[in-house]
């Protein structure tokens, strides 16, 4: 039971960026042709593993979603929301500094202090007032840093978008989740169901609208997750194979 929220909360947080990035994509109108398919050489694997993952979203986490955004007051989500960002940016802190990006490390590092002392335990952002920036890292970013390369695309269960790298990254980032310092194994499950709830609640607007507009929401997600995680973590653009790169399987 442990295991699996923990992946699941880790899906949403993921999908979060993701959709809103490809939010961002669609108004502006700057989203590009699909990216290099020699990025997805597992493509019918991995749309086996993205219906699974969009099942047991529509039987499960996304009507508890609703319910939890519908009947629980704004004040109090963004509390809920508040509290596990702040503990996000302890982790960041870490990765950052192993990436020798000594601001954004210095700044994260701070946001965790001023928040967790002053903000009750994170429930209040007093960071962001402060103008005390955000810099999300996590050891997947890590290891490009370092220069592993990306490999290829892969759908994980319960855990959504990443690739070969990622997926990786996503193990050490388990084991250091700040969650597990809680010592009771009844709070730790709890805490995590809670933050599952509260990501997917957030993502509630952002996936209605990729649902409207996306003809094939398989490739148009890995399309943007591809293109925008590389940006943000200054990977090099995917190539096209010889010949034009026409994946057989599409």
């Not at 493509?43 to 996304?62: I, W």
């Not at 903000?119 to 007032?129: M, P, R, T």
Request: proline share 7%.
């Amino acid at each position: 039971m442990s295991v699996s929220v923990m992946c699941a909360a880790s899906t949403w947080r993921r999908a979060l960026a993701l959709c809103a990035l490809a939010v961002a994509t669609l108004l502006t109108g700057c989203a590009s042709g699909p990216l290099s398919t020699a990025r997805d050489p597992l493509e019918p694997l991995n749309r086996q593993v993205y219906a699974f993952n969009e099942g047991a979203d529509q039987l499960v986490v996304k009507p508890v979603a609703t319910l939890y955004r519908e009947g629980v007051p704004d004040l109090v989500r963004t509390g809920v929301n508040n509290f596990f960002s702040n503990l996000g940016d302890a982790w960041s802190a870490v990765n950052s500094a192993l990436q020798l990006r000594v601001q954004d490390a210095a700044e994260n590092l701070m946001r965790f202090s001023v928040n967790s002392v002053f903000g009750l335990a994170g429930v209040l952002d007093i960071a962001s007032e402060a103008n005390i920036d955000r810099h999300p890292a996590d050891f997947g970013s890590t290891l490009a840093r370092w220069g592993v390369p990306p490999g290829p695309y892969l759908v994980l269960p319960l855990m959504g978008p990443s690739t070969l790298r990622d997926a990786s990254g996503v193990v050490i980032d388990r084991r250091f989740d700040p969650l597990r310092e809680f010592e009771s194994v009844q709070d730790r499950n709890t805490l995590n169901v809670v933050r599952l709830i509260d990501t997917r609640s957030n993502l509630l607007r952002a996936t209605d609208l990729i649902e409207g507009v996306a003809l094939d929401k398989y490739s148009f997600v890995r399309d943007v997750y591809l293109q925008r995680r590389g940006v943000s973590i200054e990977d090099p653009p995917p190539t096209e194979p010889a010949g034009g790169g026409q994946n057989p399987t599409r």
